[in-house]
């Protein structure tokens, strides 16, 4: 079981809806959890991350922690064509590593 | 300021050869991890360093796999007899400090990627 995981997709999203992402993990010990966004061909970027349990609102980016059910999710509001890519979910395990999901391929359409 | 650069962004080689694998990361950065990524994979953690040491060698896949990092700052993963189950895309990363020993974490910025393809 990998230590942490996410649906691979593709999460298919009319422009202008709300995209829902979900993220489980394995390590209750894990604190600190983050979400990538990888466009196709290029290197992952960093858009979110969350410490504590609840909500953090970024600009259309909501990122939400859950650490009694181990899940993380990342809400993208009002989607647009340019949030289509893979969104990695990552946590920082109990040893300190980041441990990445296999990613959410999102795909907005017009 | 520059970020992180990987050379070559594309290598393609035969079976049984070796091959090397350049990061720089940027310009101050202590902190030095190579991930690969296979097709439709997350990243896989292979090396960290924290200055030319390497603390944690945890992940790299087998004896083929070596990587070192001189004067704290460029790094060179260096695989000898690829394989073609090496082909994916090796990412390098680079942060201020390590996130990876204590309880804060400092934002890992990610180079081009190398993707490496054996035939």
């Known amino acids: 079981q990998k230590e942490v995981e996410q649906n691979s997709g593709p999460l298919s999203v009319p422009e202008g809806a709300i995209a829902s992402l979900n993220c489980t993990y394995s390590d209750r010990g894990s604190q600190s959890f983050f979400w990538y966004r990888q466009y196709s061909g290029k290197s992952p970027e960093l858009i979110m991350f969350?410490?504590?349990?609840g909500d953090k609102e970024d600009g259309r980016f909501t990122a939400q922690l859950n650490k009694a059910s181990q899940y993380v999710s990342l809400l993208i509001r009002d989607s647009q064509p340019s949030d289509s890519a893979t969104y990695l979910c990552a946590a920082i395990d109990s040893w300190g590593k980041l441990q990445f999901g296999a990613g959410t391929q999102v795909v907005v359409t017009p | 300021g520059a970020g992180v650069s990987q050379s070559p962004s594309n290598k393609v080689t035969e079976k049984g050869k070796d091959v090397e694998l350049r990061c720089d990361p940027i310009s101050g950065h202590t902190a030095l991890y190579w991930y690969r990524q296979s097709l439709g994979q997350g990243l896989e953690f292979l090396i960290y360093f924290q200055g030319n040491s390497a603390p944690d060698k945890s992940g790299l896949p087998s004896d083929r796999f070596s990587a070192e990092r001189t004067g704290g700052s460029v790094s060179t993963l260096t695989i000898q007899r690829t394989q073609q189950e090496d082909s994916a895309v090796y990412l390098c990363?680079?942060?201020?400090?390590?996130?990876?020993?204590?309880?804060?974490?400092?934002?890992?910025?990610f180079g081009p990627g190398t993707r490496l393809t054996v035939l």
């Open positions: 990363a680079s942060s201020s400090d390590s996130g990876m020993w204590t309880s804060s974490y400092n934002e890992q910025f």
């Open positions: 969350i410490y504590s349990n």
